[in-house]
């Protein structure tokens, strides 16, 4: 929201430098900034050069099976780098995921880290796909969930059932079968075609 005198229910309210003034009672309460939205102005001065930009939040992100915890929180090592074309944003982002196992739906936790490479544009040149700068402020969020959800396994499988198990004994993804034992449905039927019968 921009400064400046906004009516909204119970009275006018006056948008400045982070803090909400109302009208009616003149009390001062904090306005609540996102931790993804990044002020750039300096970033869009001609010959500027690029800013490292550290993120953390907790956030609330999820997807089918999978979901980014909201401790440890999420942080992010980013480089903001001007180009003809807008803002690009490099770096990488990390957190801790809970997956439900889709074989025995039990939960787990496992870290991740996603390299994260886009460039954001301005909103006269953007189309529905693109990341757009906004003002001279870049909200890195939808981003950053985008990418971390695309890179969440589509059939999370737990430790206990990463291994095909035929048997207790049989690990059917490392023992080799003994010679003339064949996993084949259609072994019964061999012996009606070997030659000489």
């Known amino acids: 929201m921009a400064g400046g005198w906004w009516l909204v229910a119970g009275g006018w309210w006056l948008v400045a430098g982070g803090w909400w003034l109302v009208a009616t009672g003149y009390s001062l ?5 996102s931790p993804f939205v990044i002020p750039i102005g300096d970033l869009l001065r001609d010959r500027a050069e690029p800013r490292d930009v550290d ?17 440890p929180p999420l942080t992010a090592a980013l480089t903001l780098s001007p180009m003809p074309g807008g803002l690009l944003v490099r770096g990488s982002v ?16 496992e870290p991740f ?5 886009e460039l ?12 757009t700068i906004d003002g001279d402020q870049l909200d890195l969020e939808p981003l950053l969930r985008d990418d971390v959800l695309l890179a969440m396994p ?7 059932c990463g291994e095909l ?10 023992d080799v079968p003994e010679a003339g034992d064949s996993r084949s449905p259609f072994a019964v039927l061999k012996d009606l075609f070997e030659p000489g019968q």
């Open 55 to 71: 993120v953390e939040a907790s956030v609330d992100w999820h997807v089918e099976l999978s979901a980014v915890l909201p401790e």
């Open 154 to 160: 589509m059939l999370p499988t737990c430790a206990d």
């Open 94 to 109: 990390s957190g801790v995921a809970r997956h439900s196992c889709h074989r025995c739906l039990e939960d787990y936790d």
């Open 120 to 131: 954001f544009v301005r909103p006269d040149d953007a189309t529905e796909d693109d990341y």
């Open 29 to 33: 309460c904090p306005m609540t900034r």
């Open 165 to 174: 198990v035929d048997t207790s004994q049989t690990d059917l993804n490392t």
């Open 113 to 117: 880290s996603v390299s994260v490479a």
